[in-house]
């Protein structure tokens, strides 16, 4: 029902910044009633929560990336976005976006709706 297309990532020095989108699409589903989260993961590691949108002013943000990297949402273009700035090694990882019809939640397993991740790499 609802398809999810995250973009955005790609390779950057630390210090950078990047932005990811992540586009909904689809037919019989109201965007503004969707939480979006973004998840992480790096090789090895488990998947890690990174930031939650839900409605038009609630915002949630994993203790890693606090102070540096702030989630948008634009109900005409029915996309979020995460703008991740002072981006460092431990930032590189798989990032997906996700999508649930409830409250935000840190947990993976509350979203029922995931796209495909957008890489970022943070090195020197």
């Known amino acids: 029902e609802v398809q999810l297309q995250a973009s955005g990532g790609g390779l950057v020095q630390p210090g950078g910044s990047l932005r990811l989108s992540c586009a909904a699409s689809?037919?019989?589903?109201?965007?503004?009633?969707?939480?979006i989260a973004w998840f992480r993961q790096a090789p090895g590691k488990e998947r890690e929560a990174v930031s939650c949108?839900?409605?038009?002013?609630?915002?949630y943000y994993g203790n890693s990336v606090q102070g540096r990297f702030t989630i948008t949402r634009d109900n005409v273009e029915k996309t979020v976005y995460l703008q991740m700035n002072n981006l460092q090694i431990e930032d590189t990882g798989l990032y997906f976006c996700?999508?649930?019809?409830?409250?935000?939640?840190?947990?993976?397993?509350?979203?029922?709706?995931w796209g495909r991740g957008t890489l970022v790499t943070v090195s020197s």
């Open positions: 996700a999508a649930v019809y409830h409250y935000c939640s840190d947990s993976e397993y509350n979203f029922a709706f």
């Open positions: 689809g037919s019989g589903f109201t965007f503004e009633h969707l939480s």
């Open positions: 949108s839900r409605g038009s002013t609630a915002k």
